[in-house]
């Protein structure tokens, strides 16, 4: 039986011509399709079926169908039926792109019942109209039917497959009469919740619907297209690991059953705050997470600015994390001013070079990181605290003409509440798998749905980044994970709640994590407090003031629990002198079974994502060196601006190295290569040989690990390890 083509290594791209498609009416299909494989090294390539411009075209077609309106001025060409042949001829896959969120007012008007509607009964798209102009449907709505039978005209053209892009189910929707004639049947009740309102127990029933709706669609939508084509790929745009999550219906997990790829974008965008650099493999190793094949969406434009390609540096990255994270490519280019600025843009394309050489490394390969990261879902979604004290806007700290901002409180809602925990969350998240990359730890991430014996017993090391909203299953495998000798990093309100959000005396969890009572929580602080080490720890000497994360549980150590680290007295005042050691400890290391827990009381990724400070990288490092039996999977003399991950499939394990090194900055144009970069791996394997190059490495055995030095990495390089 041959491999389905969509489990091949795919690098994809689209042609986007917003809405003007002379270059391409006007091109010799031929040439563009060479130009796609040799150029661009891609093997499948989207196609506009409906256009997503101004001002909401996603209701006309580039095809010809009986059914639906044409695109004015395309006469009586036919996009998809023109160019899938001369496609087939180059081994180049069609993906049709349909644009299934965006239409405009007059398409609308002609169909009354299907916009989706806000609980006070405007349209969303009337009250934000859609990039400046247009509204969109409901899935709950007759539009459905209508969506259906285009995907039906769609296949008809002979594509592979097709990209939704939408629909899109908006925060604050949908309140129209289909949705609540079906949240009544669903649930009985009679009147949706308000938008948010978390005092209201509907509101999770609300969430719950709203993900289903959407869900549901996608499932017929992929039933609608599999009767034409039994092997048609169906996927949609389907939204990353984010507490906003809940407000767009997005749950990776619930979705991949009605869909061939989990994919999401992580576009560029220039912006006036930190942008982490390993954005892109964070995002790829998320979608890797599932069963599906994934895909990382990247434009390759400047940020807003369209017509202007993106940075060689930037282009190079976010192709090089999306495969090192174990996902497909794909980039968009766009028309007309992409053609005159080419020529500045293809300095990324050494990367889409070595991806094409990497295939046969790359196919069906596995993450075999011996960290895993649980990014929980059902934490992005149901997660508040029920402690009030971490409402407290703890300032910038910064001082300025003798004023120092240091912070204020919050008369806080249950709303606010919400928001300062979709704060910590999304820092937690971002912030453990960035601390990870700056420490070369390869890592896995696993979602909710797949946090199991089965994956654990690959893993030395578990780290739940606030993890706070676990099932009693959940619970179970991870202290059946530690009993039988795996490490568990865990902090602050990890496992307190239940899977659906709703707070628990876990008296055995509690025990398990060393915690004897949690007395509530300390003020968020940035200015003045600290933890201290109650004995050295690596490199960092006992009693080094050591910057406390801005929140923190006040809690009581059980008997057995080794206290690490205590919490200084607060102080939270500048230029303020230090009020001696607390009794409350920052850190604990429980040995459980055969293995052992580390547990911080504070969310210390959310404080690693927004300040970076060394320290906290250092000390988390140290401690897993010493609790995880082996140290680490890699040691290496390379800096934070290197991230590792290592893969494996039938031909090979591959060392990936991804080098962000570049001017302090984002957008990264140039990226420096770095030298003799030496890098010990824990494998009984023998042999190293770099892929670029097709160089064998020199190597040599030390501790379990095979050593060998790089002599040269620029943007991104894979080392093949044999036998
Ligand atoms: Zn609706």
């Not at 948010?196 to 499932?219: C, G, I, T, V």
């Not at 607060?570 to 547990?599: C, D, H, M």
């Not at 009381?601 to 490092?621: C, G, Q, T, W």
Request: one cysteine or more; proline letters at 5%.
């Amino acid at each position: 039986m041959p491999d389905n083509w969509w489990e091949k290594p795919l690098r994809m791209i689209r042609r986007d011509y917003i809405g003007n498609f002379s270059p391409f009416l006007e091109a010799n299909l031929n040439e563009l399709a060479a130009e796609t494989k040799r150029v661009w090294k891609a093997n499948c390539e989207w196609l506009m079926a409906t256009p997503g411009c101004a001002p909401g075209t996603g209701y006309l077609t580039t095809f010809n169908s009986e059914k639906f309106e044409k695109l004015p001025g395309l006469g009586h060409r036919d996009l998809l039926r023109e160019y899938m042949p001369v496609a087939k001829k180059h081994g180049i896959f069609v993906i049709a792109y349909i644009n299934m969120h965006w239409y405009s007012y007059e398409f609308a008007e002609k169909n009354p019942g299907w916009e989706q509607i806000c609980e006070d009964g405007i349209a969303y798209g009337r009250k934000h109209p859609l990039y400046g102009n247009g509204t969109t449907f409901c899935v709950n709505s007759p539009w459905r039917n209508w969506a259906f039978e285009m995907i039906e005209e769609v296949m008809k053209t002979g594509v592979d497959g097709c990209f939704l892009d939408g629909p899109v189910v908006y925060p604050g929707a949908c309140y129209c009469q289909h949705c609540r004639n079906k949240f009544k049947e669903l649930t009985g009740e009679e009147k949706l919740p308000s938008f948010l309102d978390w005092s209201n127990p509907s509101w999770k029933k609300f969430a719950e619907f709203r993900s289903q709706s959407w869900a549901d669609f996608m499932k017929d939508a992929t039933d609608t297209a599999k009767k034409i084509n039994q092997n048609a790929v169906m996927f949609l745009n389907g939204g990353a690991f984010s507490a906003s999550n809940i407000m767009l219906g997005y749950d990776a997990g619930r979705m991949e059953k009605f869909q061939t790829f989990t994919g999401a974008e992580d576009f560029f965008h220039c912006t006036d705050f930190y942008r982490s650099p390993y954005t892109s493999l964070n995002l790829s190793r998320f979608l890797s997470a599932g069963k599906n094949p994934s895909v990382v969406l990247t434009h390759h434009c400047l940020s807003t600015w369209h017509y202007v390609p993106l940075p060689a540096g930037e282009l190079s990255t976010a192709l090089a994390q999306a495969t090192a994270g174990g996902s497909n490519t794909w980039f968009a280019v766009f028309f007309p001013a992409f053609e005159k600025t080419k020529k500045y843009a293809t300095g990324g394309l050494k990367t889409a070079r070595l991806i094409e050489k990497a295939e046969k490394y790359i196919e069906k390969s596995q993450s075999c990181a011996e960290t895993g990261v649980l990014i929980s879902n059902k934490t992005l979604y149901y997660y508040l605290s029920s402690h009030k004290g971490l409402c407290y806007e703890p300032g910038s700290g910064k001082e300025q003409g003798l004023i120092m901002d240091t912070g204020s409180n919050i008369t806080g809602d249950i709303k606010k509440q919400r928001e300062i925990c979709e704060g910590i969350l999304d820092n937690e998240n971002h912030g453990c798998l960035d601390f990870c990359n700056f420490a070369h730890i390869p890592v896995r991430v696993i979602w909710d749905e797949y946090l199991n014996e089965e994956l654990l017993k690959n893993l030395k090391l578990l780290i739940l980044p606030n993890s706070a909203c676990l099932s009693e299953k959940q619970i179970e495998t991870i202290m059946n994970f530690v009993n039988c000798g795996g490490v568990v990093l865990c902090d602050f309100e990890s496992g307190m709640y239940d899977d659906y959000g709703n707070a628990l005396e876990r008296k055995k969890w509690l025990d398990f994590l060393g915690i004897e009572k949690i007395y509530g929580v300390f003020r968020p602080s940035r200015i003045e407090d600290y933890f201290v080490l109650t004995e050295k720890i690596g490199e960092i000497d006992k009693d080094i003031f050591i910057p406390r994360p801005v929140n923190a549980l006040a809690i009581k150590a059980n008997a057995d629990a080794q206290i690490i680290a205590k919490y200084l007295h607060p102080i939270n005042f500048a230029y303020t002198q230090p009020r001696g050691i607390s009794e409350y400890p920052a850190i604990l290391i429980s040995k459980r079974g055969k293995g052992k827990v580390i547990y911080f009381a504070s969310p210390v990724f959310e404080s690693y994502n927004k300040f970076r400070i060394d320290m906290h990288k250092k000390l988390m490092l140290y401690l897993i060196k010493k609790c995880v039996l082996g140290g680490l999977q890699i040691e290496t003399n390379a800096p934070g601006t290197i991230a590792i991950e290592i893969r494996k499939n039938q031909k090979a394990v591959c060392v990936h190295i991804v080098n962000v090194t570049s001017e302090m900055k984002r957008p990264m144009d140039t990226v420096l290569p770095l030298h003799n970069i030496e890098i010990a791996v824990r494998t009984h394997l023998g042999k190293a040989t770099v892929l670029s190059s097709g160089k064998p490495l020199k190597v040599k055995r030390k501790r379990g690990r095979l050593v060998f030095t790089v002599p040269e990495i620029r943007d991104y390089e894979i080392i093949v390890l044999s036998p």
